[in-house]
């Protein structure tokens, strides 16, 4: 992982995602969209308009928020990579299957994996740092430079950005699942918020991150049937895969 940027590299950074949020909305519109694919059965303009709207208040939120999300990612950040605190705060492994089900698990596994996939996209935007700092450009970028940043980062690490996404949305659209690791995420939060001095603000930040996440993306699939489930899936890897060929060159490995 890269070193935490300075401030002059954040603002750098958020002017960056800013920039990719406009290519990404742009991406999602609907109308353009149907355009460039053959969309399956079912996939209307509100699921389009829903997956943009997770994209870009989620995935990529706006510059002007980015602080207090950045903050919480670092807390967030530190339990995924150290499952065995959040263990410590749902006690022993019967005590926990008795209060949340045989699922419990399964559960536990699938959040840690949803929440892994989000922090492996998040990355990108430090790949796009150091992009734009070794091509020397400054903000304001111009919309070339930015297609060169884009372009300086070697497709093949592009390309596991977009399958950390892909699997951040299956792993997602199993809504069943999805709702057990929510609830156990929100008795971690409970636990946490009655021990104040063991747990500070910061890290109640970091897990409610992760919940708003997982709540958001419930609330994406949840009316879904399997089949639109499935066909949202791949629509979402359709049109990243389309996107790097329009940054790289189809042909380009």
Sequence with gaps: MSEE????????????????????????????????????????????????????ENIYPPSEEREQVDRAFDSLKFYITNPLKVWGLLGNMAAAIFRFGAQFPAALRAGFYTLEAYLDARKFE?????AAKELNYTEPLTAAQFMECLKFIPRREAESFIQDVGRLFKSMSDTILLRKTISIMRDVIRTMERKPGVYPSTDVDGINLGIGVLENGLHLFKKMDSAIKRSTLQVILQNESWFLDNVYGRDDA
Excluded: C, W
Aim: aromatic share 12%; hydrophobic share 40%.
């Design 5 to 56: 940027p300075n401030i002059a590299d954040k603002q750098l950074m958020y002017h960056l995602i800013d920039m990719y949020r406009d290519l990404l909305a742009e991406r999602y519109n609907f109308s353009r969209l149907s355009e460039r694919f053959d969309l399956p059965s079912g996939i209307g303009e509100e699921t389009i308009e829903d997956v943009k709207k997770f994209f870009l």
């Design 126 to 130: 430090h790949k796009l740092l150091e």
